[in-house]
């Protein structure tokens, strides 16, 4: 199948038709993916956490994902991600298609060129998502009336802490509209083989400083669950276009 979803904290159950389960074999591990059908539309759902949730933004294993997904004809992935908002242009609730972003990951394995055998790689990254997927996205959120944020500089941080009110200034200061924990490396991944990545940043809370009390997982979740709908909407229209 053409067409991949990756879902993030929050988007891990999606409604497929037909569903079937298939575990994939990569060298650097297993992955259960979810095949299946959305307005008659076959796509690939792969939750990015894992099966139950187990793995932290540092621990996912995102060379096993973004290979599995190659391995069995992917071509074009959409993914999910939560995200603290850096700007007032960015609020609660709010879907945004990044364009660029800030890598401020720290112990992740980053490449597929690493082994010698392949050579090395320095992948270009000048335009990080596809326009193409964006586009999509775009499309079928005018269509259905759904409202998308197009453009915007995600940071990506180490994780599994939120930030301090430091590093957010910092952020802003180089230019950050929206931070996560999962956007990098997958997006970078998906490039080294040849796969068209975009992503929808779902804005779920101010980030650290911005918000005046203590952030909590559990104010994540409880707006993922009040987006979880429209993006499902979303996913649905971009799949029929
Ligand atoms: N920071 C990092 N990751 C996040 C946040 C945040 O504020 N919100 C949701 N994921």
């Not at 990506?156 to 802003?172: L, S, V, Y």
């Not at 997958?186 to 005046?212: D, F, S, W």
């Amino acid at each position: 199948m053409d067409f991949a979803l990756i879902g993030g904290t929050g988007i891990e159950n999606l409604a497929l038709d037909d569903r079937t389960e298939e575990t994939v074999e990569t060298p650097y591990g297993f992955v259960p993916l979810a095949e299946g059908f959305i307005g008659g539309i076959g796509m690939v759902f792969l939750k990015r956490h894992g099966a139950k949730h187990t793995y932290p933004p540092h621990l996912i294993n995102y060379r096993a994902n973004i290979w599995a997904l190659k391995k069995i004809g992917v071509k074009k992935i959409l993914s999910t991600g939560a995200v603290g908002s850096l700007s007032e242009a960015y609020r609660i609730g709010d879907i945004v298609l990044p364009d660029q972003f800030l890598d401020f990951t720290k112990s992740r394995a980053a490449t597929f060129f690493e082994d010698g055998e392949q050579g090395v790689l320095h992948v270009d990254v000048s335009e990080p998502y596809c326009p193409d997927v964006r586009n999509h996205i775009i499309e079928g959120a005018a269509r259905s009336g759904l409202n998308v944020k197009n453009g915007g500089v995600y940071v990506c941080t180490e994780g599994p802490r939120f930030e301090t009110p430091a590093e957010i200034n910092m952020f802003r200061m180089l230019g950050g509209h929206l931070v996560g924990m999962t956007g990098v490396p997958e997006v970078v991944l998906a490039r080294e083989l040849g796969m068209c990545y975009a992503t929808m940043a779902l804005v779920t809370n101010q980030a650290a400083g911005i918000k005046k009390d203590p952030l909590t997982h559990a104010e994540v979740i409880a707006t993922m669950d009040l987006l979880s709908k429209t993006v499902a909407a979303l996913v649905e229209s971009t799949c029929k276009i």
